[in-house]
């Protein structure tokens, strides 16, 4: 069964540019999670989806930030414009009910913004 | 927000000793998972502890959930080179809502 799969693995960018990120679930799992981390810290929540919806974005910059899940499968993730502070991993995740509590996580976009 | 503190957030130690590492919170968790991330992946899952006094044994790693369920330890016996990763602990709240902690960076020197 294949993971979850994450492009790009590495963008570089300059500041005030646009990006957008990837991600494509685990196939049935209807749970999808973005997250970002800093360099030797914890993931941070920033979306969490359910099928096509998004129920929990408290955490997401809805200033600069978007993000979609069509058709409740794949989602993308776009910073518009990007800051400096912006740099960090990007992870994706997802879950599913019958599978339990358990997360299954993709490798991570690494983005550095110049 | 992350509700999960771990200590401590660095370790270094020699192989063949021992450590253990903590994840505490003031909030009750469903269920705990512990993972371990190496440099340019994603978090691996190691265990997932769901009973209060619950306690797991994977080979050399002990984990073990709070009475409670509002902390956690990792015990780790006469660490190898290949244990050098970064741990983290994430507490599930029902609805598939997860926290993670703040990470604990450990390197073992051969």
């Known amino acids: 069964e294949a993971g979850v799969v994450q492009s790009p693995r590495y963008k570089i960018i300059e500041k005030k540019q646009p990006v957008a990120f990837w991600c494509n679930p685990i196939s049935g799992h209807n749970t999808l999670y973005w997250y970002r981390q800093n360099l030797g810290q914890g993931p941070e929540l920033l979306i969490r989806?359910?099928?096509?919806?998004?129920?929990?974005d408290s955490q997401l910059p809805k200033d600069r930030f978007s993000a979609e899940r069509l058709k409740g499968v794949d989602s993308t993730l776009k910073i518009q414009p990007a800051e400096l502070g912006d740099s960090a991993v990007y992870l994706c995740?997802?879950?599913?009910?019958?599978?339990?509590?358990?997360?299954?996580f993709g490798p991570g976009t690494r983005l550095l913004v110049l | 927000t992350q509700l999960l503190e771990q200590s401590p957030q660095f370790l270094s130690i020699q192989e063949g000793e021992n450590l253990t590492v903590y994840c505490n919170s003031s909030?009750?968790?469903?269920?705990l998972q512990w993972y371990r991330q190496e440099p340019g992946e994603g978090p691996v899952l190691l265990v997932t502890v769901v009973t209060g006094g619950e306690v797991k044994k994977l080979k050399r790693l002990t984990f073990q959930f709070g009475d409670a369920r509002k902390d956690s330890s990792l015990h780790i016996t006469a660490a190898q080179p290949g244990d050098t990763g970064l741990y983290l602990c994430?507490?599930?709240?029902?609805?598939?809502?997860?926290?993670f902690g703040t990470g604990t960076s450990l390197t073992v020197i051969p």
């Open positions: 909030s009750v968790f469903s269920s």
């Open positions: 994430a507490g599930a709240k029902t609805g598939n809502q997860f926290y």
């Open positions: 995740a997802s879950s599913s009910y019958l599978a339990g509590e358990t997360q299954y």
């Open positions: 989806y359910e099928n096509e919806e998004a129920v929990d």
